[in-house]
């Protein structure tokens, strides 16, 4: 079994990024991180990205709305955002206040500058193999933790387990895709699944993207397949001062000694999110220079 490391491979694409950002004549690449209220989980994933950016070379502007910003408030901000000449990508950092319809909110974002890739027009563009679109962050940082991994996704076959707008149908959309780095044969599995556990076994790469707590065991997995596992899990563990522990959807210590390679959790899929998010937003940089 080979651990397959995320931290390693965000660092090789951050490291990347830093060179091209480096060598831009003129402004910067500018990314607008929108962050509606407190919630601790989006305190910190806000924090990350500003600070990767930052790292980058690449100017975070953080804009905090209160968690009461009505649903007109918030979408007049976006737009601001989407005609500012000076800012190449948006993200709002979910998840939203329930009063604020997150559908809504990412449609309201220019295509040009959706670095999240969650408005209709650039998931539209996975499914029509249109370069010129943004991939959602953690699909594509699954990719490229396989395709740099060196796991081939032609001819072979892989599960996807959730079926969410973040993960699962984009992943499916982006393995089909016929290109040298997909060219897959997909299956996509949701809760309402006859029979899942058999068809995770069939995977020679399986994708566990469901959202609950270590759902695949060693029974769902085909010995030998890659596992990727896309879950973030808090469970109650009284050892810890923080009073839990982070798991995945995978139960890791039964899976990982069947699996030829596998994602931890944390340290997995995780860092590559962010570092698909600065990809996205210097590649918004080059296409807005080149209009």
Known sequence: MELIDGHRIAAEIISELKAEVAALPGRKPCLALVRVGEDPASVSYVRQKEKTAVEIGIVGRVLLPPATISPAELFGLIEQLSADPAIDGILVQSPLPPHLDELAVFRRIAPAKDVDGLGTINFGKIAQEDESGFVPCTP???LELLTRS???LAGRHV????RSLLVGKPVALLAVQ???????TVTLCHSQTVGLPALARLADILIAAIGRPEFVTAEMVKP???V?????NRVPDSTKKSGYRLVGDVHFPSVAPIASRITPVPGGVGPMTVAMLMKNTVKA???????
């Open 224 to 226: 030998g397949a890659v």
């Open 150 to 152: 060196g796991v081939q």
């Open 178 to 184: 016929k290109k040298a780095w997909a060219n897959a």
């Open 159 to 162: 599960v996807v387990l959730g």
């Open 285 to 291: 940089h080059r296409q807005s220079r080149a209009t």
């Open 228 to 232: 990727i596992d896309v879950g973030i």
């Open 140 to 142: 594509a940082g699954i």
